[in-house]
């Protein structure tokens, strides 16, 4: 079966670091992208990854491994707006997206 | 504005009753997809559209139908709604299949 994986929920302080992971089993595999949910919004879309390697954009970076089925979403500076979940999502070799439940993150003063 | 609509924002139903909820995108996307998301799980795909006149069947697409006349509109039907079906749902549209997806803002039913 197919399966994402990625914590349910994540605590940081304002400020600071987190990493949000995602680990992945797919009936194939054609890129990996996260997305930002905030509380009763739409999804927005954050980053793709289709190679292995760090692509960085602003305060939020996301890597990939395709051969250990890995993803991480890096977001530095953390500011209380950032409080929201996290969606990760790969796509299959039927070219549809298959989700991950989400990792809500905390943000604390 | 470009982007992409949905009505009703909520919508409470009997059971057995029929409901379409609609869906309309502005940036003349090829691709279109319904979703629900359901507390505790990820976004389950019920239909999706690669073009204007055809249309796929995703995970969950039992007691839901589609289609796809134009390129801006896909509509979905609840034919006769259970209580099962209570959820958030969200369509999406990609420039094709291979983009990112962008969402509306999603429709609250509830199937009492």
């Known amino acids: 079966g197919q399966n994402i994986d990625q914590p349910t929920e994540m605590t940081a302080t304002e400020g600071a670091i987190v990493q949000i992971n995602c680990t992945y089993q797919t009936s194939g595999f054609n890129g990996l992208f996260w997305y930002q949910q905030h509380a009763g919004e739409a999804p927005t879309f954050l980053s793709y990854?289709?190679l292995d390697g760090l692509e960085e954009k602003g305060r939020f970076s996301s890597f990939l491994s395709r051969s250990k089925g890995y993803s991480y979403l890096l977001l530095k500076e953390l500011q209380m707006k950032d409080s929201a979940s996290y969606l990760c999502?790969?796509?299959?070799?039927?070219?549809?997206?298959?989700w991950g439940a989400g990792t809500k993150l905390i943000i604390k003063p | 504005i470009a982007g992409i609509t949905q009505a009703p924002t909520s919508q409470i139903l009997a059971a057995g009753r029929r409901m379409t909820l609609r869906c309309t995108q502005d940036m003349r996307h090829n691709a279109m997809y319904w979703y629900r998301q359901d507390l505790g799980l990820g976004l389950r795909l019920i239909h999706y559209s690669n073009t204007a006149g055809t249309t796929g069947k995703g995970e969950v697409p039992d007691g839901y139908s589609v289609s796809r006349a134009n390129t801006d509109d896909f509509p979905l039907t609840l034919a006769s709604a259970v209580p099962s079906q209570t959820s958030v749902y969200f369509c999406?549209?990609?420039?094709?299949?291979?983009?990112?997806?962008?969402f509306g803002p999603g429709t609250r039913l509830t199937v009492l």
């Open positions: 990854n289709v």
């Open positions: 999502a790969v796509r299959d070799s039927n070219y549809q997206l298959i």
């Open positions: 999406a549209s990609s420039e094709s299949a291979s983009n990112e997806q962008f």
